[in-house]
């Protein structure tokens, strides 16, 4: 083992970004591996949703976390990068380091895997995406959220007057094997849908689900607010049909009637939602870590070898972070460096920064 | 040698948290609470490194991080322990529900809990051959109650092909495995009830047995059932020893009581207390066993402050308001009040209080804030001048990420960034236009997403005031308080946009600046 102990991060999204920091912060350097050009993963395109206060989606924790890691004088951050050739040795592992400009021969005496989420790709699915405009994922309508026109129809950049959110797009779906729920996709849906509400009152909103699940502390609160201004249908629509110039219509049976029910929607949003990553089999075959039946990663493989965030499965933001924390837990139980460093207060949880 | 970790739990509800400390080398101190019998203190582990303290009832925390002095009743005897840090292990009580559905205990009525004691097994001459099992048919449920209550059907489907039906409103799958679990029930033979826009009618006999009369929402069945057994999901809830040492450590709590803000910043395990951690297994929905441990572990390692706020004693006149106002109860009271280090924040709210300016922050000094705008000034003379006091946990991110997308103000913007706008003093905003602002924007961060939980509101308060004299002088409109997040620099590009054309429109502010 090395002194001070190395560790490989793959994956600098929020997930990747607080485990870098925990270890950081323990004296440990860390190289921080994104195949992307940026940091942050998927949540770092999210939008806040707070309309009068803030809803807890944990998305602002992401920036805090890019900066303390970007600054950090222990963790190098390698963007647009990937690790292979790699090899077991006695103490841990040897590896290339291979970026777009450069190969390097690296070496780590442990690797954490938070490589994160790939969102489901609704092209397999007859809602009608890539070929209407009016049809969006969810981290579309974030883009839509973060953008200075706010959330209009991508058709024409007017305001939609009705908008659907299916959910439970790819999850929660026996016959494609996806026997998971993706846990963020029905706050992440009631948060935009509140915070469109807020922007233009005027705008219906109907959120088709299966089962509505629970988020934030108080979700009890919360739910009977969400029911006076969104309509909520239980089923949700197989496919989507693009009438004309009209908007999209959307056929359910209605629950209370029986009923077969027809109505047109200007937006749909389809809440898509997490699989295991392309590649992640691979990456992590690499280091002996064999995936579940899921796709998922477990927690643990072979000695020093260990997974955290959504790459293990569906999770939140709040969760990703404590599972991080916790796989940076385990990377310091298995490595047991000395306690030499007492650094001051930098660590994701805590900041303290005058300018 | 550290002093020991405080454990308030019982032995069950603790035990892993215990386990992997002692493991690590942390001393402990085991407090079950004021219940709690004394034969523990006696019986009770005396593994290395282990004391119980049983009967005991923490009476008051002095100190900080590191070394806390805690002093407690235990007997009729006054006992005191210096601490390293605290950690509220107490598991949450369960309510069943049998209000909410119109139902009172009965042997056939019993909640999950109970059948979890019972192992699923029906006592001697009791035969459950047709179950409901009732999650979340009023309130809501957690994926926590389901996933218990779905092992509780299986089992019963699979040792006595029970009959089982689950009534529910939105199945809680959001958790790992809970889907492959539901799937797994129904596969086996239990049978969901979901209810959408309607509810059985529930009914109970004089000998405890329930009546269920309902409408399958799917087929338009009627359908009822008597079932030999009903179990009652749970509500959770604080236990009174939890509510107690919420109040003795002055600690937030959240709308339920327990004791940690519904606030991002407090997640996985802190308080508002720094070394006062509540375990995720004392929360309704938080991670338990070795998780929890590893969480709380992490989050014992001491840390050097070098931004403690420090009371001038010789201009303190002991009004107390910096102990009333401290969010993280860094204040102590021996013979004057005195900040701990270890437990500062550095949010300056105390300092902006404080009636008689007698604490000083280093680097957040009326000095220091009009050395940064002057510096920030070039002497070019554009116009209008902007000063922009941002929180450094969400308006400064935001500008950063806008000013790095190539957003241009056609303003000569300065931003200071502050660690809670709560350190917002009047003379900071004074100082502004004393250095030739022609307009200052405050931004803080959105209600209840503060990591001070009042430095945002102590703001907006303060803003208010201050554009109230401002408006006496006639200076209208060059004051403006937003709240914002670091993940939103188009919308904060926006804001100062906004307010940079508002005051090109106005006449120049009420200070020349050096190039007029």
């Given at each position: 083992m090395t002194t001070p102990p190395r560790v490989l991060v793959i994956g600098a999204g929020i997930g990747g970004l607080t485990a870098a920091c925990v270890l950081a912060d323990h004296g440990l350097e860390v190289d921080l591996v994104e195949r992307g050009p940026t940091p942050g993963g998927h949540a770092a395109r999210l939008a806040c949703k707070a309309t009068d206060r803030c809803v807890r989606c944990g998305a602002c924790l992401v920036t805090a976390a890019i900066e303390v890691a970007t600054d950090h004088p222990r963790i190098r951050l390698h963007l647009s990068s990937r690790t292979e050739a790699v090899r077991a040795t006695d103490a841990g592992f040897t590896y290339r380091l291979v970026s777009e400009t450069a190969a390097a021969e690296a070496a780590a005496d442990a690797v954490l895997i938070a490589a994160g989420f790939d969102l489901f790709d609704p092209r397999d699915k007859p809602y009608g995406f890539g070929l209407y405009p009016n049809v969006v994922t969810n981290l579309q309508l974030e883009a839509l959220l973060r953008s200075p026109g706010g959330v209009v129809k991508p058709s024409d950049g007017t305001p939609p007057a009705r908008v659907a959110f299916l959910q439970c797009v790819g999850s929660r779906d026996r016959k494609l094997g996806h026997l998971w729920c993706s846990t963020f996709c029905c706050g992440a849906s009631l948060r935009a849908a509140a915070r469109i509400k807020a922007a233009r009152p005027e705008t219906e909103i109907t959120v088709f689900y299966i089962d509505l699940q629970s988020f934030g502390r108080d979700f009890q609160s919360a739910w009977a607010g969400y029911r006076r201004s969104l309509r909520f249908v239980r089923g949700v629509p197989a496919e989507t049909f693009q009438d004309g110039t009209a908007g999209i219509r959307l056929v359910w049976l209605e629950l209370e009637s029986h009923q077969a029910r027809e109505e047109t929607f200007d937006l749909v949003v389809l809440a898509t939602g997490m699989v295991p990553s392309a590649g992640l089999a691979g990456a992590a075959a690499e280091f002996g870590l064999r995936p579940e039946a899921t796709g998922f990663l477990p927690a643990a493989g072979p000695p020093g070898v260990f997974a955290a965030g959504a790459a293990r499965g569906p999770m939140t933001i709040p969760e990703t972070i404590a599972d991080a924390r916790h796989a940076a837990a385990r990377v310091l139980s298995h490595l047991k460096p000395d306690a030499t460093e007492r650094p001051g207060r930098s660590a994701a949880t805590r900041r303290t920064i005058f300018p | 040698m550290t002093h020991p970790v405080c454990i308030f739990g019982t032995p069950a509800d603790s035990r892993e948290i215990v386990d992997v400390f002692l493991e690590q080398g942390r001393r402990v101190l085991l407090v079950p609470g004021p219940d709690a019998e004394a034969a523990l203190a006696r019986d009770g582990r005396r593994a290395a490194g282990l004391e119980v303290l049983a009967p005991a009832r923490l009476l008051a925390c002095g100190g900080g991080p590191g070394e806390f002095d805690l002093t407690f009743t235990a007997a009729d005897a006054v006992v005191r322990r210096r601490v390293s840090a605290l950690v509220l292990a107490h598991r949450p009580e369960r309510h069943p529900h049998y209000a909410s559905y119109g139902l009172r205990p009965a042997p056939a009525v019993l909640p999950a809990a109970r059948l979890v004691e019972m192992d699923c097994r029906p006592p001697a001459g009791t035969a459950w051959n047709e179950v409901a099992i009732l999650n979340g048919l009023q309130s809501e449920s957690s994926p926590r109650a389901t996933g218990e209550l779905l092992q509780i059907a299986l089992r019963l489907r699979r040792e006595m092909r029970a009959r089982c039906h689950l009534f529910t409103r939105n199945l809680k799958?959001?958790?790992?495995g809970l889907e492959a679990l539901a799937r797994d029930a129904r596969t086996a033979g239990v049978v969901f009830h979901k209810f959408t826009h309607s509810a059985p009618v529930i009914r109970q006999d004089e000998d405890g047995r329930a009546h269920f009369a309902f409408t399958d929402e799917i087929t338009g069945l009627e359908l009822r059932l008597a079932p030999d057994l009903v179990v009652v999901d749970e509500a959770f809830e604080p236990p009174a020893v939890v509510r107690e040492l919420a109040r003795t450590l002055e600690l937030e709590t959240d709308a339920a009581g327990f004791p940690q803000a519904d606030n991002v910043h407090r997640l996985p395990v802190f308080t508002n207390r720094r070394g006062v951690l509540i375990a995720g297994a004392a929360l309704p929905c938080g991670a338990a066993g070795a998780a929890d441990a590893s969480h709380l572990l992490l989050a014992l390692r001491p840390e050097s402050n070098p931004t403690a706020a420090q009371i001038d004693p010789g201009r303190c006149v002991r009004c107390l308001t910096c102990y009333r106002v401290c969010p993280y109860r860094a204040v102590s009271l021996a013979h004057r009040p005195e900040v701990q280090p270890a437990a500062c924040e550095g949010c300056g709210i105390c300092r902006a209080e404080c009636p008689r300016q007698a604490i000083r922050i280093p680097g957040l000094e009326p000095a220091d804030i009009r050395g940064l705008i002057a510096a920030e000034r070039p002497a070019s003379g554009r116009r209008p001048r902007l000063t922009v006091f941002a929180c450094a946990r969400s308006g400064g991110p935001a500008v950063r990420s806008a000013a790095a997308a190539g957003t241009s103000w056609e303003a000569q913007v300065t931003v200071v960034e502050v660690p809670c706008a709560g350190s917002l003093s009047r003379d900071f905003i004074h100082s502004a236009f004393d250095l030739g602002a022609d307009g200052v924007l405050v931004l803080t961060c959105h209600d209840e997403n503060c990591h001070s939980r009042t430095g945002n509101r102590l703001a907006r308060s303060r803003v208010a005031q201050t554009q109230a004299f401002l408006d006496g002088c006639g200076l209208t409109g060059r004051l403006v308080l937003r709240t914002t997040a670091a993940n939103m620099p188009a919308e904060t590009g926006r804001t100062l946009a906004e307010l940079a054309a508002q005051l090109t429109a106005t006449e120049p502010g009420p200070v020349p600046g050096p190039a007029d």
């Amino acid at each position: 083992m090395t002194t001070p102990p190395r560790v490989l991060v793959i994956g600098a999204g929020i997930g990747g970004l607080t485990a870098a920091c925990v270890l950081a912060d323990h004296g440990l350097e860390v190289d921080l591996v994104e195949r992307g050009p940026t940091p942050g993963g998927h949540a770092a395109r999210l939008a806040c949703k707070a309309t009068d206060r803030c809803v807890r989606c944990g998305a602002c924790l992401v920036t805090a976390a890019i900066e303390v890691a970007t600054d950090h004088p222990r963790i190098r951050l390698h963007l647009s990068s990937r690790t292979e050739a790699v090899r077991a040795t006695d103490a841990g592992f040897t590896y290339r380091l291979v970026s777009e400009t450069a190969a390097a021969e690296a070496a780590a005496d442990a690797v954490l895997i938070a490589a994160g989420f790939d969102l489901f790709d609704p092209r397999d699915k007859p809602y009608g995406f890539g070929l209407y405009p009016n049809v969006v994922t969810n981290l579309q309508l974030e883009a839509l959220l973060r953008s200075p026109g706010g959330v209009v129809k991508p058709s024409d950049g007017t305001p939609p007057a009705r908008v659907a959110f299916l959910q439970c797009v790819g999850s929660r779906d026996r016959k494609l094997g996806h026997l998971w729920c993706s846990t963020f996709c029905c706050g992440a849906s009631l948060r935009a849908a509140a915070r469109i509400k807020a922007a233009r009152p005027e705008t219906e909103i109907t959120v088709f689900y299966i089962d509505l699940q629970s988020f934030g502390r108080d979700f009890q609160s919360a739910w009977a607010g969400y029911r006076r201004s969104l309509r909520f249908v239980r089923g949700v629509p197989a496919e989507t049909f693009q009438d004309g110039t009209a908007g999209i219509r959307l056929v359910w049976l209605e629950l209370e009637s029986h009923q077969a029910r027809e109505e047109t929607f200007d937006l749909v949003v389809l809440a898509t939602g997490m699989v295991p990553s392309a590649g992640l089999a691979g990456a992590a075959a690499e280091f002996g870590l064999r995936p579940e039946a899921t796709g998922f990663l477990p927690a643990a493989g072979p000695p020093g070898v260990f997974a955290a965030g959504a790459a293990r499965g569906p999770m939140t933001i709040p969760e990703t972070i404590a599972d991080a924390r916790h796989a940076a837990a385990r990377v310091l139980s298995h490595l047991k460096p000395d306690a030499t460093e007492r650094p001051g207060r930098s660590a994701a949880t805590r900041r303290t920064i005058f300018p | 040698m550290t002093h020991p970790v405080c454990i308030f739990g019982t032995p069950a509800d603790s035990r892993e948290i215990v386990d992997v400390f002692l493991e690590q080398g942390r001393r402990v101190l085991l407090v079950p609470g004021p219940d709690a019998e004394a034969a523990l203190a006696r019986d009770g582990r005396r593994a290395a490194g282990l004391e119980v303290l049983a009967p005991a009832r923490l009476l008051a925390c002095g100190g900080g991080p590191g070394e806390f002095d805690l002093t407690f009743t235990a007997a009729d005897a006054v006992v005191r322990r210096r601490v390293s840090a605290l950690v509220l292990a107490h598991r949450p009580e369960r309510h069943p529900h049998y209000a909410s559905y119109g139902l009172r205990p009965a042997p056939a009525v019993l909640p999950a809990a109970r059948l979890v004691e019972m192992d699923c097994r029906p006592p001697a001459g009791t035969a459950w051959n047709e179950v409901a099992i009732l999650n979340g048919l009023q309130s809501e449920s957690s994926p926590r109650a389901t996933g218990e209550l779905l092992q509780i059907a299986l089992r019963l489907r699979r040792e006595m092909r029970a009959r089982c039906h689950l009534f529910t409103r939105n199945l809680k799958v959001a958790a790992d495995g809970l889907e492959a679990l539901a799937r797994d029930a129904r596969t086996a033979g239990v049978v969901f009830h979901k209810f959408t826009h309607s509810a059985p009618v529930i009914r109970q006999d004089e000998d405890g047995r329930a009546h269920f009369a309902f409408t399958d929402e799917i087929t338009g069945l009627e359908l009822r059932l008597a079932p030999d057994l009903v179990v009652v999901d749970e509500a959770f809830e604080p236990p009174a020893v939890v509510r107690e040492l919420a109040r003795t450590l002055e600690l937030e709590t959240d709308a339920a009581g327990f004791p940690q803000a519904d606030n991002v910043h407090r997640l996985p395990v802190f308080t508002n207390r720094r070394g006062v951690l509540i375990a995720g297994a004392a929360l309704p929905c938080g991670a338990a066993g070795a998780a929890d441990a590893s969480h709380l572990l992490l989050a014992l390692r001491p840390e050097s402050n070098p931004t403690a706020a420090q009371i001038d004693p010789g201009r303190c006149v002991r009004c107390l308001t910096c102990y009333r106002v401290c969010p993280y109860r860094a204040v102590s009271l021996a013979h004057r009040p005195e900040v701990q280090p270890a437990a500062c924040e550095g949010c300056g709210i105390c300092r902006a209080e404080c009636p008689r300016q007698a604490i000083r922050i280093p680097g957040l000094e009326p000095a220091d804030i009009r050395g940064l705008i002057a510096a920030e000034r070039p002497a070019s003379g554009r116009r209008p001048r902007l000063t922009v006091f941002a929180c450094a946990r969400s308006g400064g991110p935001a500008v950063r990420s806008a000013a790095a997308a190539g957003t241009s103000w056609e303003a000569q913007v300065t931003v200071v960034e502050v660690p809670c706008a709560g350190s917002l003093s009047r003379d900071f905003i004074h100082s502004a236009f004393d250095l030739g602002a022609d307009g200052v924007l405050v931004l803080t961060c959105h209600d209840e997403n503060c990591h001070s939980r009042t430095g945002n509101r102590l703001a907006r308060s303060r803003v208010a005031q201050t554009q109230a004299f401002l408006d006496g002088c006639g200076l209208t409109g060059r004051l403006v308080l937003r709240t914002t997040a670091a993940n939103m620099p188009a919308e904060t590009g926006r804001t100062l946009a906004e307010l940079a054309a508002q005051l090109t429109a106005t006449e120049p502010g009420p200070v020349p600046g050096p190039a007029d």
